[in-house]
T-cell receptor, first 115, second 112 residues
Framework: DGGITQSPKYLFRKEGQNVTLSCEQN?????MYWYRQDPGQGLRLIYY???????QKGDIAEGYSVSREKKESFPLTVTSAQKNPTAFYLC??????????????FGQGTRLTVV | AQTVTQSQPEMSVQEAETVTLSCTYD???????LFWYKQPPSRQMILVIR??????QNATENRFSVNFQKAAKSFSLKISDSQLGDAAMYFC?????????FGKGTRLHILP
């Protein structure tokens, strides 16, 4: 089955530790996105990538880093510089160009709790 | 920069009635796409309906339809014959240029 897989579903980390959230897709999509969801804040864009080996900062990139070494993978690292990392994180992908009528397909999300 | 605004944090509707969720956006682009997504308690994002900006005809998907006013930059979602399964967060989204941005969402409650 084609889709997007995020792992793990729940993640607990101690304050000050870096943590990496996994996102893999087998839809052959060019574009991939990371969003953060907090109550009352909607989905805020952290990073996005339209092509392998290239990515851009979204609205709230501070304290996060990404890589896009393979088309199917877009891992997100939450660093110790992120002041309030506890949140629900969603990964998404789309075909690529908006002219292709491309909606975003989402993973199931990762709930990160930093204690 | 593009922005998406949903001015109704929460709404309630009686089962079988009709409800309209509002969304406005700001862009300087002339060609783009708009979407409504549903997020039930499972938190899985589900595409409800899409609208292409260059099409004047409003999109319809069964009980879901939109009122797209390009000049006003308005994109509202109408849900007819509301059902208990429609209870969820609803997000309006804009896809233009090279990224997809979302509004803050509207939580819809269905009253039995």
């Amino acid at each position: 089955d084609g889709g997007i897989t995020q792992s793990p579903k729940y993640l607990f980390r101690k304050e000050g530790q870096n943590v990496t959230l996994s996102c893999e897709q087998n839809l052959n999509h060019d574009a991939m996105y990371w969003y953060r969801q907090d109550p009352g804040q909607g989905l805020r864009l952290i990073y996005y990538s339209q092509i392998v080996n290239d990515f851009q900062k979204g609205d709230i990139a501070e304290g996060y880093s990404v890589s896009r070494e393979k088309k199917e993978s877009f891992p997100l690292t939450v660093t110790s510089a992120q002041k309030n990392p506890t949140a629900f994180y969603l990964c998404a992908s789309s075909i690529g160009s908006f002219r292709m009528n491309t909606e975003a397909f989402f993973g199931q999300g990762t709930r990160l709790t930093v204690v | 920069a593009q922005t998406v605004t949903q001015s109704q944090p929460e709404m309630s509707v009686q089962e079988a009635e009709t409800v309209t969720l509002s969304c406005t956006y700001d862009t300087s682009e002339s060609d783009y796409y708009l979407f409504w997504y549903k997020q039930p308690p499972s938190r899985q994002m589900i595409l409800v309906i899409r609208q292409e900006a260059y099409k004047q005809q409003n999109a319809t998907e069964n009980r879901f339809s939109v009122n797209f006013q390009k000049a006003a930059k308005s994109f509202s979602l109408k849900i007819s014959d509301s059902q208990l399964g429609d209870a969820a967060m609803y997000f309006c989204a804009y896809n233009g240029d090279d990224k997809i941005i979302f509004g803050k969402g509207t939580r819809l409650h269905i009253l039995p």
